[in-house]
């Protein structure tokens, strides 16, 4: 009773640690994960258009000192942009082994001729595709969108 009252109170400890960001669970290259999730993971939604581009363009601090020229978005789950990570490595553009493929949805933004920061205006094609995807760390998590 008493030890299992010692693993309850170890367990609420941990937990508050975690939500107080004191104890960071290990992700590899931490940083470049948590950028990979800003730039490029929205699994609330299914597809985007061009008003969803721009917003969540702006959102992401990707207009901002200049329009960032191309994003894509991934419409899945986290379990599912982690699972990527254990398919076959492939070579990254950059001649790295360290890259993996898989098939997923996805909104791509691209941004148009004519417009100029901080009012970056993009073209959307929502659609579901062959992404590559770049993992690093142990376990290993996503960390660059290749293509």
Known sequence: MALQRTRALLLLLLLILLGLGLVQPSYGQDGMYQRFLQ?????????GNESYCNLMMQRRNMTSPQCKPFNTFIHEDL??????????????????????????????????????????RYRANASTRRVVIACDGNPAVPVHFDK
């Open 39 to 47: 730039q490029h993971v929205d699994p609330n939604v299914t597809g």
């Open 79 to 120: 379990q599912s942009n982690h699972s990527i990570c254990s398919t076959a490595n492939i070579r990254c553009k950059n001649g790295q082994m360290n890259c993996h493929q898989g098939v997923m949805k996805v909104t791509d933004c691209k941004k148009t001729e004519s417009s100029r920061a901080p009012n970056c």
